[in-house]
T-cell receptor, first 117, second 110 residues
Framework: DTGVSQNPRHKITKRGQNVTFRCDPI?????LYWYRQTLGQGPEFLTY????????KSRLLSDRFSAERPKGSFSTLEIQRTEQGDSAMYLC???????????????FGSGTQLSVL | DAKTTQPNSMESNEEEPVHLPCNHS???????IHWYRQLPSQGPEYVIH???SNVNNRMASLAIAEDRKSSTLILHRATLRDAAVYYC???????????FGTGTSLTVIP
């Protein structure tokens, strides 16, 4: 396993701009998750894909957020019209997806740190 | 989503065992108990998980109470590299995501 890769590692943007993050999961992992983490807090679930299908979205995922996973491989998370409250670490994770999540290991990337000025 | 309760912080001396507690009194019969840790500037890392029986792996041991309402993560010999935030999470309840709390920040003293 080469690990979960996230790009960029850091992103600084001005309020109102759009940003896009990329996540490359571990090869052949069927499930892919996006989490958000603010300073001093644990990661918060945003959304989850099984292959290319987005199966679950948190209420934290406002209309300005959109995630895709074309062809069930890499995923992108886009934030439109960024706000200062969007400043956070955005984490991606993947798992094999061969059974129920309750018994799965998640492999996390190092995250993308977003700063909205 | 079932909740877990952990102390905010703990300290341990290097090379001594560490016992990190977690309470999960509302756990359901199908919930697995997972532990992840997060080192500074990194994503969370899987440590161990179990359902009912105690579990061991190369990183740690997981001791699960008989009533499953609490568990303890055991690091047998703490090293400086074990300094991290440790999260106790319940996986299950019909959902497809893990809910992280604020975890326990472990400080290892040389």
């Amino acid at each position: 396993d080469t690990g979960v890769s996230q790009n960029p590692r850091h992103k600084i943007t001005k309020r109102g701009q759009n940003v896009t993050f990329r996540c490359d999961p571990i090869s052949e992992h069927n499930r892919l998750y996006w989490y958000r983490q603010t300073l001093g807090q644990g990661p918060e679930f945003l959304t989850y894909f099984q292959n290319e299908a987005q199966l679950e979205k948190s209420r934290l995922l406002s209309d300005r957020f959109s995630a895709e996973r074309p062809k069930g491989s890499f995923s992108t998370l886009e934030i439109q019209r960024t706000e200062q409250g969007d400043s956070a670490m955005y984490l991606c994770a993947s798992s094999r997806g061969t059974g129920g999540i309750i018994n799965e290991k998640l492999f996390f990337g190092s995250g993308t740190q977003l700063s909205v000025l | 989503d079932a909740k877990t309760t952990q102390p905010n912080s703990m300290e341990s001396n290097e090379e001594e065992p560490v016992h990190l507690p977690c309470n999960h009194s509302t756990i359901s019969g199908t919930d697995y108990i997972h532990w992840y840790r997060q080192l500074p500037s990194q994503g969370p890392e899987y440590v161990i998980h179990g359902l009912t029986s105690n579990v061991n792996n190369r990183m740690a041991s997981l001791a699960i109470a008989e009533d499953r309402k609490s568990s303890t993560l055991i690091l047998h010999r703490a090293t400086l590299r074990d300094a991290a935030v440790y999260y106790c999470i319940l996986g299950g309840g019909g959902g497809n995501q893990f809910y992280f709390g604020t975890g326990t920040s472990l400080t290892v003293i040389p």
